[in-house]
């Protein structure tokens, strides 16, 4: 029986990591929201790796936070670990990691969302999704309850008819035996959205007394106390450690003599998984030639006892599991407490979104996350941020807010996922930016934070913090440009000696020589040259001299990128009529409709020729 049971602006279904950030940015944006989910006890569940962060996926983190979103401070408050990884490289691929106490992961989300005080929470599954004249207008629970609304963000993740499969036992079911979503699929297929099905897996747990990481490496967190969140709430408790471990040949050994009984083998997994995270077995068949494969063992957090084996991603049969685990140093005793397992889920292919990830086919019916296609937290995270922002945009009927691939990471993957067929699920590599060197962690707020602030997202304490930093910047930057020394300064002398460097040969300043490779800011600092501002501040003075050049020259790359961008497509352009484009161009033009002969030269199967038969009928059009 369904009965009226509320009104809103914005229903989110669903709150993984895309629907918290899209609940959040609805509310915080004035819209009544209500956020449904199938399971209060698993809000912001990690059903992998006990991590955020990781190159490109810490841009994603820090973009989140520059816009307003809240996975950064969620992160800072329950980390057990941070490091930051990349180091001896350029701070294009320098990136932040850190491990999560997922308990503690969970509390502080929760916490988060109770407080915000336009957005309710309701423990329900999702069956439908009501549309009339192709604009959304209600959903309805399993229990009937309908709750109107003019804006839905579905952030389904991998419960989509979830099916989990350990060796041959297969059976319905979401992330860490929860019930699967059976319904929702069908509702969206009865919109006219087109659906794939994907897989991703998991591997097993074990218990900590069962380890002996003495037969390991220790891999402990860095010194120095980092943070994700430009609101720098440094974690000041003590640090865990990571281990790292190896399989061996007797490891491989036993995953082909079993391999008979793996389903990735014997077609009983049909999705296609993450290439960036394979099933161990399928490691050990296409790397063969490989010895042995590292094996990273991973607090789960403060309190508990279980161990996550990072990179042992399996569905093989129970039993081999113990097995496999067993011929590992260290894991000799090991005991399992959760099994590893496959889960296959269906998700929304992405070419029928907007670049505001709202559905062409359906008004007001808004996609993000793991149900797009992609794979990871930080992805799902940057999709729900977005969504949330454009579902309240559009109930408040203003233009959607998008990004460009010369601003943002969001970008990069969003314009990927419309423009890029994919049949694996998607995950962000710092490879996939063109313009990666403007697109660094330690830089997000100055690119977007501006932006979240018109869009009303960035609050007051953010807002303040912000052009606080962006002061002290612009005093710092004039100290180092405007404080030079000639070649007979002593001390200068002396220090450049110590440091191997070029003695001075003319008047220089401070900006200039730190532009030296073997002349780090803290250097100015020992020397009483300028104060420590801040590892962020620092980080940012001394990467902005250091790459001045190259920055400049990928500034002067995307004012070319920009011209093509610039050039919009006629929304309303019948590609049939441009004569010359290849089938495939046709077709896949007319599915995807880019805004832009930027976007239209990136939709996979659009080749440089069709780009320019595209801009012949538009300058013949012109004129006409
Ligand atoms: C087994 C497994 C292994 C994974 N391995 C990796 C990996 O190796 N690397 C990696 O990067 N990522 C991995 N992931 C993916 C990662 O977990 C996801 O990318 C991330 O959680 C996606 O976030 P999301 O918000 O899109 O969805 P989820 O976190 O899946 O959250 C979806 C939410 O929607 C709710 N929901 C679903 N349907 C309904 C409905 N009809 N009504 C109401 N609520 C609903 C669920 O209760 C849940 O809270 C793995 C995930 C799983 C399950």
């Known amino acids: ?267 009983v997994i049909k999705g296609k998984g993450p290439r960036y995270c394979p099933s161990f077995e399928d490691k050990v068949v296409r790397y063969a030639h490989k010895e042995a494969h590292q094996l990273f063992v991973e607090p789960e957090g403060r309190d508990t006892d279980e161990m996550y084996v990072q990179g042992l991603n399996t569905s093989l049969p129970e039993d081999v599991q113990v097995q496999v685990l067993q011929s590992i140093p260290g894991l000799e005793k090991a005991r399992i407490i959760r099994t590893g397992y496959a889960i296959e889920y269906d998700y929304v292919i992405p070419a029928q979104l907007k670049l505001s990830l709202e559905t062409k086919k359906i008004s007001g019916l808004f996609t993000a996350g793991q149900i797009n296609g992609t794979s990871g937290y930080e992805e799902a995270a940057a999709q729900g941020l977005m969504a ?60 977007l934070t501006e932006k979240g602030r018109e869009i009303g997202l960035v609050d007051d304490r953010r807002w303040l913090a912000f052009q606080q930093k962006l002061e002290m910047l612009e005093v710092e930057i004039n100290e180092l440009k405007y404080t030079t020394f000639t070649p007979v300064n002593k001390e200068i002398a002396d220090f450049l000696i110590a440091r191997n460097s070029a003695p001075l040969r003319d008047r220089i300043s401070l900006w200039e020589l730190l532009r030296r490779p073997e002349i780090s800011i803290w250097d100015f600092v020992e020397l009483g040259l300028m104060t420590d501002n801040g590892l962020d501040i620092m980080e940012q003075l001394e990467t902005q001299a250091k790459y001045e050049g190259y920055i400049n020259k990928q500034l002067e790359q995307v004012k070319k990128f920009e011209k093509l961008e610039n050039r919009k497509l006629p929304e309303d352009i019948n590609y049939d009529e441009v004569y010359g484009l290849s089938n495939e161009a046709l077709q896949k033009l007319k599915l995807v409709r880019p805004l832009s002969i930027g976007q239209a030269s990136r939709v996979s199967g659009v080749n440089p020729a069709d780009i320019n038969v595209l801009l012949i009928f538009l300058e013949k059009k012109r004129r006409k």
């Open 388 to 447: 949330g922002i454009n579902a309240a945009l559009k109930v408040k009927e203003k233009e959607p807010f998008v990004l460009k691939r010369s601003e943002a990471y969001i970008a990069v993957m969003i314009d990927d996922l419309i423009n890029k067929e994919a049949d694996e699920p998607y995950r962000l590599l710092t490879s996939r930016a063109e313009y990666r060197l403007l697109l660094r962690q330690d830089n997000a707020d100055l690119r």
């Open 1 to 267: 029986m369904i009965y009226q049971a509320g009104k809103c602006d914005v229903v989110v279904i669903g709150a993984g990591h895309a629907g918290c950030e899209a609940a959040l940015a609805a509310a915080r944006m004035g819209c009544e929201t209500f956020l449904i989910t199938m399971s209060m006890e698993h809000i912001a569940l990690m059903p992998c790796n006990p991590s955020i962060g990781g190159p490109a996926k810490a841009q994603l983190v820090r973009e989140i936070d520059a816009l307003g979103g809240e996975m950064a401070s969620n992160i800072d408050k329950s980390s057990i670990q941070m490091r930051l990884i990349n180091t001896g490289k350029g701070p294009a691929v320098q990136a932040l990691r850190a491990q999560a106490d997922k308990r503690e992961y969970y509390n502080e989300m929760l916490k988060t969302l109770l407080r915000e005080e336009k957005l309710k929470i309701l423990m329900a599954e999702v069956e439908d999704i009501e549309v009339q004249n192709e604009q959304v207008t209600a959903i309805i629970t399993k229990t009937g309850a309908r709750i109107e609304c003019r804006a839905v963000v579905v952030t389904s993740g991998t419960y989509l008819k979830g099916r989990i499969i350990v060796g041959d036992v297969i059976y319905d079911g979401g992330p860490g035996n929860q019930y699967p979503a059976q319904k929702l699929s069908d509702s969206l297929k009865r919109m006219g959205l087109a659906l794939g099905r994907f897989k991703t897996g998991t591997p097993p747990r074990i218990d900590r007394c069962s380890v002996d990481f003495s037969k390991m490496v220790e891999q402990p967190g860095d010194e120095r106390l980092l943070s994700f969140s430009y609101l720098g709430q440094r974690n000041t408790r003590p640090q865990l450690s990571c281990w790292l471990t190896h399989s061996n040949a007797r490891t491989h050994q036993i995953v082909m003599d079993n391999i008979e009984r793996a389903p990735l083998f014997t077609g």
